[in-house]
């Protein structure tokens, strides 16, 4: 097998297209669009061309892996590699070179690498397994068909739910941090990173990020988009404090979020969740008329 490795470009957009096209159609939808790919590829020209690589052959993008660290985190590092088929003598090529990044990310410190792979994709599992990482976590996406209009929602006491402003940015974020202390393996990530995410993404519409106050402080809020050329809506994140909790406020959210999507014409919502999540989000969702629509296992090896 001969295939050039090298760092992508806004050029490489249309086949690259080509590429997730064909991956989903052998193996199941990636949640990767056009305008998806775009932002990757633009944002941050110096990172991309650092931390990413496609395997090219014959013309033909046959491999993906992309690393990403957040600033000032040496220690943590994570990727997941794709490859079309789905070979080990590809996937290895991939991470080989992650590896050689990593480390060089890592400039000798401690740090743990973080790979995720579909749960049917048992070549990437045996490549991984075979380099020393270790099956640690399982995710789910989730996903509810909105067919119909999804229930109204009922709103705890003295709560409403009203839309987001620019100045509700900052406290968005400090509750985005606390409520991702309780997930496993937690970590922050600074505000300005956290704006450029969300802020900078050509799928961001204030319109579609809803907050809900309590005397002026908040007490949670959701946070979704919808890619422009396709009917898919995600909840990239819903979260709500501690104060608040086990009083239905992420029930009467996750509804809200869904009939506002539903209104903008997506026939379908999707979110991630922490399959092994004990604060009870995965049954939060299932109550909400969620289902798991695939599963991704998350491996993790030490660099030393």
Not at 199 to 221: I, K, T, Y
Request: hydrophobic share 40%; with cysteine.
């Amino acid at each position: 097998m001969s295939a050039e490795l090298r760092a992508p470009t806004v050029d490489d957009l249309p086949v690259l297209v080509g590429f997730f096209d064909e991956l989903e159609s052998r193996y199941g939808d990636l949640n990767l669009s056009e305008s998806k790919l775009r932002d990757d590829l633009t944002r941050r020209k110096e990172n991309v061309e650092q931390n990413y690589r496609i395997a090219v052959e014959d013309g033909r993008v046959t491999g993906w892996v992309a690393l990403w660290s957040p600033e000032g985190q040496p220690e943590r590092i994570f990727h997941s590699p794709l490859a079309l088929p789905r070979e080990r003598e590809r996937y290895a090529r991939l991470l080989d070179w992650a590896e050689e990044r990593a480390n060089e990310i890592a400039s000798g410190k401690a740090s743990r690498v973080q790979a995720s792979a579909e749960q049917d994709d048992k070549e990437l599992s045996a490549e991984l397994r075979a380099r020393g990482f270790e099956r640690v976590r399982h995710f789910f996406e989730m996903e509810i068909d909105l067919a119909e209009d999804p229930a109204e929602p009922t709103w705890p006491d003295g709560l409403a739910v009203r839309g987001f402003e620019r100045s509700d940015a900052r406290a968005v974020y400090d509750a985005d941090m606390e409520a991702f202390e309780d997930h496993w393996d937690p970590f922050a990530v600074t505000f300005e990173e956290w704006g450029r995410y969300f802020f900078d993404s050509s799928d961001f519409d204030p319109d579609l990020w809803f907050v809900v106050e309590d005397e002026g402080e908040l007490a949670g809020f959701s946070l979704c988009s919808k890619q422009p050329e396709t009917t898919t809506g995600h909840v990239r994140v819903l979260g709500v404090r501690r104060p608040w909790r086990r009083r239905g406020l992420g029930t009467a959210l996750l509804l809200h979020s869904f009939r506002e999507l539903r209104a903008r014409g997506c026939e379908r919502v999707r979110l991630m969740v922490d399959g092994e999540n004990l604060t009870g989000a995965v049954q939060l969702y299932e109550r909400a008329g969620m289902h798991v629509a695939r599963r991704a296992e998350r491996y993790w090896k030490e660099l030393r």
